[in-house]
Structure formats: structure tokens, C-alpha cells
């Protein structure tokens, strides 16, 4: 979800604004990808074998959850617009999709993380969760500096990473 949010806004900062081609997009999205990677890779202390099975489950499961995230984010919007003309029958079955969606997602979760104590040791499992928190922070924080027009890497740990060009 953070990488559906921060795509469309990379090319601000770089004064391309909304007339950005597809290429340009999916490179600031490839530039993103890479960022995240090496910063799960550095701070996870991954070992080669380690990363070669964990980023497979990791991707798939970032996949899914993205999925279903959008499909919430897609059945909120659709009860947003429609809720004047929607019948008690359809508000109650609307209601019920979202409630199902954030289910799936906590059943995910465990099984994501049942998955990952196979390929992790336990305190990596749990670095994982907390690196994922200051991933999302850091995202946060570079694009709220782009907003206000502050230069990129002025936040979080400086000379430990670089921010992407983007």
C-alpha cells in the first residue's frame, strides 16, 4: 500500500508532476523496490541463504496482503459514493465484505508469519515486524520532506542509507 501511495508522488519532487510517462513510473518503482530490499537485506543481517528463501514468501505475501488491501480500499470507496442509494440488504453485505477482508488479512498474517519461522530465526521474525513499521516511517518522513520542498536523506539515520533518486 505505501507503494501505491509514494509512486505517484517520486516525480514531484523531481518537477515532473502528473505529466510523468509509464516508464518513468515503473523505474521510480523499480528505484523503490531496490531501496526497500537493501534496506530489509541490511537491516534483517539476511545471510545469502537466508535471503533466498526469505524474499520469495516476503514478495508473495506483500503481494496478497497489497491485494487485499486495495480491494478494501475499493469497497470503502464504492459504499462512500453509493451509500444514499444503497438498500439496508446492500449496506449490511457491503459491511460484511470489509469485516471479511480484515479477517483474511489477520489469517494471513499468522500464516505468514508461521511460514517465516521456517526460513528465520525467531528475533529475525521479529526484527522483520519492526523493521516494516520504520520502513513505513522512513516513507513517511522522505515524502512529507518532499511536500514541504526540504532535500532528500535530511531524515532518519544519516550515512547509514542513502535515499533513492526518485
Known amino acids: 500500500m505505501m507503494l501505491a501511495a509514494a509512486a ?8 515532473q508532476g502528473m505529466g510523468k510517462g509509464q516508464s ?5 518503482g523499480e528505484k523503490l523496490t531496490a531501496y ?3 534496506f530489509f537485506t541490511q537491516r534483517l543481517d539476511l545471510s545469502p541463504a537466508e535471503a533466498e528463501k526469505f524474499w520469495p514468501l516476503y514478495n508473495d505475501y ?14 470503502m470507496r464504492y459504499a462512500m459514493q453509493n451509500e444514499a442509494n444503497m438498500s439496508a440488504a446492500e449496506l449490511s453485505s457491503t459491511a460484511d465484505k470489509l469485516a471479511q477482508t480484515f479477517s483474511d488479512e489477520a489469517s494471513m498474517v499468522v500464516s505468514f ?3 517465516l519461522k521456517k ?5 529475525k521474525v521479529i526484527r522483520l515486524y519492526q523493521i516494516e513499521n520504520q520502513y513505513k516511517q522512513q516513507l513517511l518522513r522522505e515524502l512529507n520532506q518532499r ?3 526540504q532535500p532528500q536523506g535530511t531524515g532518519g539515520n ?3 542509507y542513502q535515499e533513492p533518486d526518485l
Open 8 to 15: 505517484p508522488l517520486t516525480g514531484q519532487g523531481q518537477g
Open 62 to 75: 506483500s503481494a496478497r496482503r497489497n491485494k487485499l488491501q486495495a480491494d478494501r480500499l475499493s469497497l
Open 24 to 28: 518513468q513510473m515503473q523505474s521510480d
Open 158 to 160: 544519516p550515512g547509514k
Open 36 to 38: 526497500k530490499i537493501a
Open 113 to 115: 508469519n508461521n511460514d
Open 119 to 123: 526460513v528465520l530465526p525467531p528475533a
Open 147 to 149: 511536500r514541504q520542498g
